[in-house]
């Protein structure tokens, strides 16, 4: 079984920063792509940030040049550096991994959320 565990949310005034931290525990035979997602209020859930497993990024337009993905894959963790905080990033963030769980099976993972408010 596969967990996912996040962390660093929080409440930031507009212009401020978070961190937020996920790792990944269980039988884990290898990691692919590591993702942020968010979901605010009424809203779906949507990807906010991506990296792969050789370190390829991808961001959703809103937030490029604000946010910072990246991962350690000794330590199976992904991080959600998020800087110049806007009111409309409020919302709860997931993280999200592909995990190769051995025998050819691949797992989608995802964690419990972490709210981040912007006030």
């Known amino acids: 079984q596969v967990q996912l565990v996040e962390s660093g949310g929080g409440l930031v005034h507009p212009g401020g920063s978070l961190r937020l931290s996920c790792a990944a525990s269980g039988v884990i035979f290898g990691i692919l792509d590591m993702a942020w997602y968010r979901q605010a209020p009424g809203k779906q859930r949507d990807l906010v940030a991506l990296?792969?497993?050789?370190?390829?990024?991808k961001y959703v337009d809103s937030v490029k040049g604000r946010f910072t993905i990246s991962r350690d894959n000794d330590k199976k963790t992904v991080t959600l550096q998020m800087n110049s905080l806007k009111p409309e990033d409020t919302a709860v963030y997931f993280c999200?991994?592909?995990?190769?769980?051995?025998?050819?099976?691949?797992?989608?993972?995802w964690g419990q959320g972490t709210q981040v408010t912007v006030a």
């Open positions: 990296i792969t497993d050789i370190g390829g990024e």
């Open positions: 999200n991994a592909g995990v190769n769980i051995g025998y050819g099976r691949f797992h989608d993972a």
